[in-house]
């Protein structure tokens, strides 16, 4: 496994031009971002060797170098996500080899359900937590020594002064902003009514299927990460005539897109 991470990382270090300091990963119809970049370089994921490539609709995967607000970034346009059939530890190695890049920070965007009571369609959410409900865990297995410890401590998953910083950014933007505890399970299925009753019982402000696999693995390497959720549906357990789709889930996205763009730029500006 390292080997392999040693050795895409060396192919784009010889290809890209700078070492990025922050990576991105960008989730569904949320890649607007990569237009305010000046690129580089960029790659399609089956350019990369050893890259899983992305077929979920709506994803493009290309992996992006470039400078945003005067920084080296690379971003990941199109995630990888568990339910297209790869393992755990694939979807994640791309946050490794970014940490052999050199990045020492990580932004992670997400299209979740709403499941607080006080969210809206549309509403930006902070992730301050996450709980695990992936049946699987990235770091099962030998553990990688020389990336990080065999039992990593998660005591702050998300950056408290990342969180800070972006919570003032917002202020000063008039760009309202909720923060709260985001839920991670495999999908493919949106929840049942009883499911979202369940994440809302055990704490959880918003749902995906994404991120927390990419947070603990870069937590492992002592990557500081922040994230934020695009609530793009509620999740209505006695509602049954309002369920959600895909095409909602994207179109929400995209509309919310700019509020967070500017967000993660301004962070990044701030590095
Ligand atoms: N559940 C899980 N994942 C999601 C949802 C949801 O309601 N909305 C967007 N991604």
Redesign the pocket.
């Known amino acids: 496994m390292i080997e392999k991470i040693k050795k895409t990382a060396e192919f784009l270090l010889r290809h890209a031009e700078d070492k990025p300091v922050a990576g991105i990963i960008l989730g ?1 119809g949320l890649g607007g971002l990569v237009n305010s970049m000046s690129v580089k370089r960029s790659f399609n994921y089956n350019e990369v060797p050893d890259f899983p490539v992305s077929t979920v609709e709506g994803h493009r995967g290309r992996l992006i170098f470039g400078e945003l607000e005067g920084k080296n970034v690379v971003a990941m346009q199109g995630r990888l996500h568990y339910y297209e059939g790869y393992s755990i530890q694939q979807i994640t190695f791309p946050v490794r080899v970014m940490k052999l890049l050199g990045i020492r920070h990580l932004f992670l965007s ?4 709403g499941l607080n009571k006080s969210f809206t369609a549309g509403d930006l959410m902070i992730i301050t937590d996450h709980i695990n409900l992936f049946s699987d865990n990235p770091l099962r297995g030998k553990n990688l020594d020389g990336l990080g410890p065999r039992f990593p401590e998660m005591s702050e998953p998300y950056d408290r002064t990342l969180i800070a910083k972006a919570k003032k950014i917002a202020k000063e933007n008039n760009i309202k902003v909720k923060s709260g505890i985001y839920v991670g399970s495999s ?1 493919p299925t ?2 049942t009514p009883s499911e979202y009753r369940h994440f809302r019982i055990i704490g959880a402000d918003a ?3 994404s991120t927390v696999p990419e947070v603990i693995v870069a937590r492992h390497m002592n990557i500081t990460c922040f994230g934020i959720s695009v609530i ?2 509620l ?1 209505e357990p006695e509602d049954p005539d309002s369920p ?1 789709t895909h095409d909602q ?1 994207k179109s929400v996205a995209e509309s919310a897109e700019p509020k967070m763009t500017l967000i993660f730029k301004k962070l990044i500006a701030s590095l």
């Open positions: 569904s997400n299209a979740a359900g999908g949106l929840e749902t995906g299927m793009t549906n999740a959600t889930v």
